[in-house]
């Protein structure tokens, strides 16, 4: 469903991901490991549009057809229209708004649409009011599959990290995207969180989307993942089922430092 | 003790500074000028200023929490009587003109014109986020859109309002492009130079707007039809109800014309803020990146915020327009904006209820004060004071410059500063100020 072949970014004479190329299957949950520094995030930045490539391209296949070169689209139609959503390493929400509000900003385009240019809903006419209150339906099942109806109408930013966490998941599947991204969506978290965070992470792949997820958490990356692409210095060094890379040699050297030039284990 | 010698210290740094500012004073003698002494009007300042860092240190010297306890206790009051202030302020407003003396319908107007500046700005720099130094450049627009479509194509105040309206946020739409990328500072600065570049323009372009001569003559608006002309003539107002024709019944009319349209940016403000579009505003300001990885387009988020905004700005102008009769460059310089920005700020970010409260302080509080110190000065008939008694009113801009510091250290994020939540599930709590981003633009 994502192929990235021969992506390639350069920051002046860095070469942050160096001809890298990897797939993404529909309904897997396709996990991007590596050591600090090895691209991951620029990788996700570069397929949810907040960088342009230097070079390669970036192929959205939807399911119920079409397809999107996202390298060449503008970062708010990645999401708006090809349905890739994402969330940050650190948390961006909208901490001054409440979690309804957050969850119902994510719906802006579908109910931006039933607006009719704005002045229709100003007055008070048109199908807004329809629009709106599937919007607050919708709102509601995340709220619920998250667990944090309760605490619907608090502000965002007075939220548990944990719960924070939760919320930015809840609020990128509002945009009802066909590949959700995540970027280490259990740094930070205790692994009674954790556990529920695999949990709501196994359920969006089997009843949502696909995902593709950058993790630290090797007990939630071998637990959860269909497949993995490890990444080193930008460049890609394993690639394969949870078990195929834990047994790869490259893999182990990469992670314990074997053969580089310090050798302090991580 | 260290208390009493940093106060001491202020004084002394007081009396170096106004000795020569407020001390001495030049007087157009027999002989030329002549230099006039003022130690008590000295001695006044620099004991308001030992006594103001007295305050101050020992107000400080309450512990951090207990302040902001109480800070979050008053917030809470006033979002309480929030709900008793609107309808006492609106029937006050609707009833205003019934007390029947021009001075204080003519001063509620000037309010009603700057608390719809305010709304209008509001929803730039208060929703939005976006810092806006040059609002008084769509005042500006506003009020020459219908001073010259008036006096050019005789057209009318209820035809030119939309019109000057939507040119106003035409170029609000205009300034708006080249800042998409601005930031802070940056975008501050650029807006400034676009209010100084209209007003500009507005003096030079003299063919057109007649220069620092301005534009007088500008028609006044009608009731359906009616003017209010003193001549008595048929289809004017006097005519119609067959009462006497008199300038009050066009001042009760002006006043009621700017409460509806104050009214109408308020209610669409409220309005906008329920819908999706205001709900972006609010994230951008939150949080932009945020924001474009839900797939909202920034750009026009940004331009229709501008534009909006500006829409309100041309509306206000318009009337400006229409109630002077005359307009001329000067009346759109740097402090409008100030002002109006200061009534924002000074109200609460976003606040709606705030910013009728902050331009009713800043705008009715700066005659009030102006008004209580000449009786104050009037009272003071001891030869002591024989300086300073006849000069009191001019202090006021200083009084009330004062009072605004003390305000904004007091309640740094304005009168009225939290957040009420656009929708809620269940019930609408009060989103505490230090969780809303202030917006970098």
């Known amino acids: ?26 309904g897997d949950i396709t996990a991007v490991i590596g050591p600090n520094g090895a691209g991951k995030t620029t990788v996700f930045n570069c397929i949810t549009g907040f960088y342009r490539p230097t070079n390669g391209a970036i192929v959205l296949s939807h399911p119920k057809g079409g397809t999107f070169q996202l390298q060449r689209m503008p970062g708010h139609r990645i999401a708006s229209a090809a349905k890739v959503a994402r969330t940050f390493q650190n948390i961006r929400l909208f901490a001054g708004m409440t979690v309804l509000e957050n969850l119902l900003v994510a719906q802006h385009n579908p109910l931006m649409a039933a607006t009719g240019f704005g002045i229709l809903a100003v007055v008070g006419l048109g199908r807004y009011r329809a629009a709106e209150a599937a919007g607050m339906e919708k709102a509601r099942f995340w709220l619920d599959a998250i667990g944090l109806t309760a605490r619907a109408d608090d502000p965002a930013g007075a939220l548990p990290y944990g719960a924070q966490r939760r919320l930015e998941i809840a609020r990128a599947m509002c945009i009802d995207p066909v590949l959700l991204c995540l970027d280490e969506p259990a740094a930070g978290l205790n692994p009674r969180e954790s556990e529920e965070l695999n949990q709501l992470l196994l359920r969006i792949r089997d009843e949502f989307c696909s995902l593709l997820l950058i993790e630290h958490d090797m007990g939630v990356v071998m637990r959860i993942s269909d497949h993995i692409v490890v990444l080193d210095h930008g460049k890609k060094i394993s690639d394969g089922t949870p078990a195929e890379v834990r047994a790869d040699p490259a893999v182990i050297a990469a992670y314990l430092g074997e053969g580089e030039e310090d050798e302090v284990p991580a | 003790m260290t208390a009493l010698r940093d106060a001491f210290l202020s004084a002394l740094v007081a009396l170096g500074l106004f000795a020569p500012l407020v001390g001495l004073v030049t007087t157009s003698g027999d002989h030329g000028l002549t230099l006039t002494a003022r130690p008590i009007a000295t001695a006044v300042v620099v004991g308001l200023v030992f006594f ?58 000037l309010v009603l014109t700057y608390i719809m500046l305010g709304w209008g700005l509001n929803i730039v720099v208060g929703l939005a986020g976006l810092l806006d130094l040059g609002y008084v450049a769509f005042y500006a627009v506003g009020a020459y859109s219908y001073a010259l479509l008036a006096t050019t194509f005789g057209l009318g105040f209820w035809v030119c309002l939309p019109l000057a309206g939507i040119l106003a946020a035409c170029w609000g739409v205009m300034l708006g492009f080249p800042v998409l990328r601005l930031r802070g500072d940056y975008l501050a600065i650029v807006t400034l130079a676009f209010g100084e570049i209209i007003r500009i323009v507005l003096n030079n372009w003299v063919s057109l707007t007649n220069g620092p001569n301005g534009i007088s003559g500008i028609p006044r608006p009608t009731l359906f039809g009616l003017a209010f002309s003193m001549d008595g003539g048929p289809g004017t107002f006097g005519d119609f109800f067959n009462i006497e024709p008199q300038v009050i019944q066009r001042i009760i009319f002006l006043y009621y014309v700017i409460l509806g349209l104050a009214l109408l940016t308020n209610w669409v403000s409220l309005r906008l803020r329920r819908l999706p579009l205001g709900r972006a505003w609010e994230a951008l300001r939150e949080d932009e990146v945020a924001c474009r990885s839900l797939g909202i387009n920034v750009r026009n988020t940004k331009l229709t915020a501008f534009g909006i905004g500006a829409l309100f700005g041309g509306f206000a102008g318009a009337f400006f327009a229409t109630r002077q009769a005359f307009i001329s460059p000067e009346s759109f310089t740097f402090m409008e904006s100030a002002t109006v920005l200061a009534i924002v700020v000074l109200g609460g970010l976003g606040s709606q209820l705030g910013v009728a409260l902050a331009a009713i302080v800043m705008i009715g509080g700066l005659e009030a004060l102006r008004d209580f110190l000449s009786f104050l000065g009037d009272q003071m008939d001891s030869p002591v004071f024989a300086g300073i008694a006849s000069e009191l009113p001019q202090y006021r801009v200083l009084i009330f410059g004062l009072a605004l510091v003390v305000m904004m250290v007091l309640r740094p994020r304005g009168l009225v500063s939290g957040r009420t939540p656009s929708v809620a599930l269940t019930k609408v709590k009060e989103i505490a100020p230090d969780l809303v981003a202030e917006g970098r633009g």
């Open chain 2, 52 to 109: 103001g860092r007295l305050l101050t240190l020992s107000w400080r010297g309450r512990s951090r929490r207990e302040a902001t306890a109480a800070n979050r206790a008053f917030a809470e009051r006033i979002t309480r009587a929030g709900k008793y202030i609107t309808p006492v302020l609106l029937s006050a407003a609707i009833a205003l003109p019934l007390t029947g003396s021009r001075y204080y319908i003519d001063l509620g107007t």
């Open chain 1, 1 to 26: 469903m994502l192929t990235v072949s021969g992506l390639t970014m350069r920051f002046g004479g860095l070469k942050a991901v160096d001809d890298l190329s990897f797939e993404a299957r529909e």
